[in-house]
C-alpha cells in the first residue's frame, strides 16, 4: 500500500510504498471523531496483449480534489495522486486477474489523521491507497437487478455533502439497503430531499432513464454524486449519437421508461430489470437488460479493458 502524509505547512510529504497492514491513529483522530474523510475507487485492467490500464484515474484526482475543499482537507495534486496510483498498481501487478477474469480495484483514501478533541481540522492529513483483485460483477453478460425507490429517508440534502465522495455519506444507506434487500431487492432509488418527487441516485450508483432512444439522468445539483463512470457514459452515448439530457427527472418518469440502467466503477453498467414505487412494481423488458444498456456497456468496457482503440484517450498504460 503507499502513504503520504500532509501537515500543517500544507505540503505532502514524498509518498512511500509499505507492506499491507494496519495504520495507527490516535483516539481523537479528526477522521475517528468528525467523518473528516474522502475516498475513490477505480481499476486497473490487464490486457490480452499483457498491458496494464488505468482508466481515466486523473478523473478521481478531481474529484478527492473538490471533495477535500469541501471537507477543508488538503489533497494531493493530479501529478501525485496519479503516480502513486501507478506505484500502486506496480507493486501488486502480480494480484491483477488475467485479461477478462477481473481487474485490480483500487481504493485510495484522504483522512483527517491527526489528533484534534475540539471540531475543527485534523492538522495532519493522511493520503493512503490499498488494492485488492475482484472478478467479474456479472458472471455471464448484465444481470438485471430489482430496485426499491425509497420515499421516507434520503441520501443527500442540497448544501450537503452528496455532491463529493465523503466516507460519512454511505454508512447511513446500510440500514436502508439492508431492509429493503430482506424484502428481495437488490438496492435502494433514492429521491430529492425536498420535493421526494424526483430522482437522485441509488445508494451508490448514478441512475439513467431510457425513452424512445432519449437518454436522461439527473442532473448534478450539489447533491448527487458526479461519478466517473457517469460522465464516460454520457460522453460514449453522444459519441454513438444518443440524445442524452442532465435535468431533473421525476419519479413518474420511471412508469413509462423504455428501460432503466445503473452505472458506477464496480459494475460499470447494471440495467434495471424492475422499480418498485410505493404499491407499483414496474417490469422494464420482461426482466431482461435493455438494447442501450448493452451497448453502452459493451463500448465502455472494451474501452476499458483495451479491446478496441481508445479514441476518447482515456486509458492509461502503467509500466
Not at 490500464?53 to 501529478?79: D, H, K, V
Not at 502480480?94 to 485479461?99: G, N
Not at 461519478?227 to 449519437?241: C, L, M, N, P, Y
Request: net charge neutral; aromatic share 8%.
Amino acid at each position: 500500500m503507499y502513504l503520504m502524509k500532509c501537515c500543517q505547512d500544507g505540503e505532502f510529504c514524498e509518498g512511500d510504498l509499505r507492506p499491507f497492514g494496519n495504520i495507527e491513529l490516535s483516539p481523537s483522530a479528526g477522521v475517528l471523531n468528525y467523518g473528516q474523510g474522502l475516498f475513490e475507487g477505480l481499476k486497473a485492467h490487464r490486457t490480452y496483449d499483457g498491458r496494464i490500464l488505468l482508466f481515466r484515474p486523473e478523473e478521481n484526482a478531481l474529484r478527492m480534489i473538490m471533495g477535500a475543499e469541501r471537507m477543508c482537507m488538503t489533497a494531493p495534486s493530479i501529478e501525485q495522486f496519479v503516480e502513486a496510483v501507478k506505484q500502486t498498481v506496480l507493486a501488486n501487478k502480480r494480484w491483477i486477474p488475467p485479461a477478462g477474469k477481473g481487474s485490480l480495484y483500487i481504493r485510495p483514501l484522504l483522512l483527517g489523521s491527526g489528533a484534534i478533541l475540539g471540531l475543527a481540522p485534523a492538522p495532519e492529513i493522511s493520503f493512503l491507497i490499498y488494492a485488492s483483485p475482484v472478478g467479474n460483477y456479472f458472471k455471464e453478460g448484465l444481470a438485471p437487478i430489482q430496485l426499491q425507490v425509497e420515499t421516507k429517508y434520503h441520501r443527500a440534502t442540497p448544501g450537503g455533502t452528496g455532491g463529493v465522495k465523503a466516507i460519512g455519506n454511505y454508512a447511513p444507506v446500510l440500514r436502508i439497503q439492508e431492509v429493503a434487500k430482506g424484502k428481495g431487492f437488490s438496492d435502494v432509488l433514492y429521491l430529492d430531499a425536498i420535493n421526494n418527487k424526483y430522482l437522485e441516485e441509488v445508494s451508490s450508483c448514478n441512475i439513467f432513464v431510457v425513452k424512445d432512444k432519449i437518454i436522461s439522468t439527473p442532473a448534478l445539483s450539489g447533491s448527487v454524486l458526479p461519478g466517473i463512470t457517469r460522465k464516460s457514459i454520457i460522453e460514449v452515448a453522444r459519441s454513438r449519437g444518443y440524445e442524452v439530457h442532465e435535468r431533473l427527472v421525476h419519479v413518474d418518469e420511471l412508469m413509462d421508461a423504455d428501460e432503466v440502467f445503473c452505472t458506477g466503477t464496480a459494475v460499470v453498467i447494471s440495467a434495471v430489470g424492475s422499480i418498485t414505487y410505493l404499491d407499483r412494481r414496474l417490469i422494464y423488458r420482461n426482466g431482461a437488460p435493455g438494447e442501450v444498456s448493452q451497448e453502452l456497456y459493451s463500448a465502455l468496457t472494451s474501452i476499458q479493458m483495451g479491446l478496441v482503440e481508445d479514441n476518447m484517450g482515456w486509458t492509461m498504460e502503467v509500466k
